[in-house]
């Protein structure tokens, strides 16, 4: 079971903000929400993870809402090339469990 | 190296017979583990290494999937009498042990025939 739940798919305009929910209702205390990416015939990229904090970092920034039941991943000014598929994943340590992800597709 | 580096990039065998696939870690990863991807899908968990502790086999789909890590460092994915349902991109994740990001390799695009 990969604890997450994301919407099928998403669209959003070159040069706009990217925001990617995802909810993770049953996250316990001690799990981390990761986020990675996976762009046509590649392999997965990591992209960022935290615990309670919002995080920021060169890719994205991650928000987590307070009961950490739900989280944000925001491209700032997406480009073409962040069209890929978008994992949400919870966990601890080392049992990482990919999900279906979110397909997003940035338009020109 | 700088990467995960998987061998061979590309692999196609007749069906029944038995293939080893390669993952290099990145020097000084502990973690490391095996997903699959089949066409459109998304990836599939396998198996997963630690340290020296015993591996998490629990994603392995039949007993003809086993894994091994020697040292620590390199690990081999083995398929014993492949059938075309094995049809699928296998991907290796290396990363340092506790919360950080895993690096993935470019995978291995395996086709039985």
């Known amino acids: 079971d990969a604890k997450t739940t994301q919407p099928p798919s998403m669209d959003c305009a070159e040069g706009r903000a990217a925001n990617l929910p995802c909810n993770h209702s049953?996250?316990?205390?001690?799990?981390?929400v990761y986020w990675y990416r996976q762009i046509h015939s590649q392999g997965p990229q990591y992209i960022i993870h935290?615990?309670?904090n919002n995080e920021t970092n060169e890719m994205a920034s991650l928000i987590i809402t307070e009961d950490r039941k739900s989280s944000t991943l925001i491209l700032p000014h997406a480009t073409l090339r962040d069209t890929a598929v978008y994992y949400c994943i919870v966990r601890i340590y080392n049992d990482m469990r990919f999900g279906a992800g979110t397909r997003l597709t940035v338009k020109p | 190296g700088a990467g995960v580096s998987q061998s061979p990039s590309n692999k196609v065998t007749e069906k029944g017979k038995d293939v080893e696939l390669r993952c290099d870690p990145i020097s000084g990863h502990t973690a490391l583990y095996w997903y699959r991807q089949s066409l459109g899908q998304g990836l599939e968990f396998l198996i997963y290494?630690?340290?020296?502790?015993?591996?998490?086999k629990s994603g392995l789909p039949s007993d003809r999937f086993s894994a091994e890590r020697t040292g620590g460092s390199v690990s081999t994915l083995t398929i014993q009498r492949t059938q075309q349902e094995d049809s699928a991109v296998y991907l290796c994740?290396?990363?340092?042990?506790?919360?950080?990001?895993?690096?993935f390799g470019s995978g291995t695009r395996l086709t039985v025939v």
């Open positions: 049953t996250i316990s205390g001690n799990e981390y």
């Open positions: 290494f630690q340290g020296n502790s015993a591996p998490d």
């Open positions: 994740a290396s990363s340092l042990s506790g919360a950080s990001g895993y690096t």
């Open positions: 935290g615990l309670k």
